[in-house]
């Protein structure tokens, strides 16, 4: 019998439904060429559904969630709404709810022609980020003394557990050996400022001796940046603690072509992980078939190897990058002149054109 997976669908607002949409078709597709079944069942939450019921993010969606294989998350936020209502509710509420503490975020360049880089090609940039996505300043410990008075004291607490920093350099020591490349793992944090950050260096050096084979390096986040612009290539494997990789990650989607090529994987191994592309909700560019679409079918991308279809998610990734390395597609921004409806069938078409004859 065929495989089947549950896939629950989180379109959202803005682009999200239109972006979504491209991954969906991408990800059927994929399924008859590979021959397994994919169930989706889609979930309104966000802006609209907001309007009409005042439900942001029921509890038991996310007890559905957890029934589901993977979810495949559009985008949210709606200028109509409070900043980062939604957002905090259905993205953060998914992902502390089911603990997705990995937060991978591949940062690859496809063409030359899409990096604002001086001289830097494909092989200079092929890394992996591995941010953990559960702790730091974004575990909502703070609040306000005073508020509103010239008397007031804001505080956000920077949490770091064991726990927390042991499983995710765990999985990026894993993640650098199953990539098999430079088998380099770089530590980024601010040791050097914020005394808590010993936790990561201590675990770091304790965890890393169980993986011979893996090289350990370091970089502090300020010079971590300066070496992503200067020599992105001295990077493979990167883990980084929630904030600073939040920091880190814009700027790698900056040098891979932009944050209409950019995707991510909320990922707790083993269980129900969530896959979406790394834009927000763009609201002024919604429903005008601008957006690029690209995001969002690497989020699919992603989605496929990691319910362990790598030969699907291998025959998307080889296909988005010969759109943009044969010059088929210049940007993944608005201006490619491209709609996001016929981008999604020009890499649905090379897909189809490489399944029958492989490259
Ligand atoms: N994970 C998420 O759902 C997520 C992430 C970031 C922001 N947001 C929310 O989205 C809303 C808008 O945020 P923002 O404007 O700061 O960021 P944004 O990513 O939505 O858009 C910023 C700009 O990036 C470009 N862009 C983004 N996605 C693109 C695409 N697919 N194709 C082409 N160009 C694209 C556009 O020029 C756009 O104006 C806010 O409500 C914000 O909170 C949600």
Redesign the pocket.
Known sequence: MAKRYRVAVLP?????PE?TSEAVETLRLIGEIRGFALDFTNYPFGADHYMKTKETFPASALEELRGQDAIL???????RLP??ML?RAI?SGIRFGLDLYVNLRPIKLFAADLCPLKGKTPEHIDMMVVRENTEDVYAGIGGFLKKGTPDEVAVQEMIFTRKGVERVIRYALELARSRGKARKLTLVDKANAVGAMDLWTRAFEEVGREYPDIARDHAYIDAACMWMVKNPESFDTIVVSNMFGDILTDLGAAIQG???IAASGNIHPGRVSMF??????????AGKN???????ILAAQMLLAYLGEGDGAALVEDSVAELFASGKLRS???DSGVGTREQGELVRDLIRQRSVSPK
């Open positions: 959202g607002d803005g682009i999200g972006v998350l559009g985008a949210i936020g709606d200028p900043v980062g957002e993205i932009g944050m209409g979406e592309p790394i834009h927000g909700s763009a609201p002024k560019h601008v957006a690029s679409p690209i995001g969002s993944a921004g608005t």
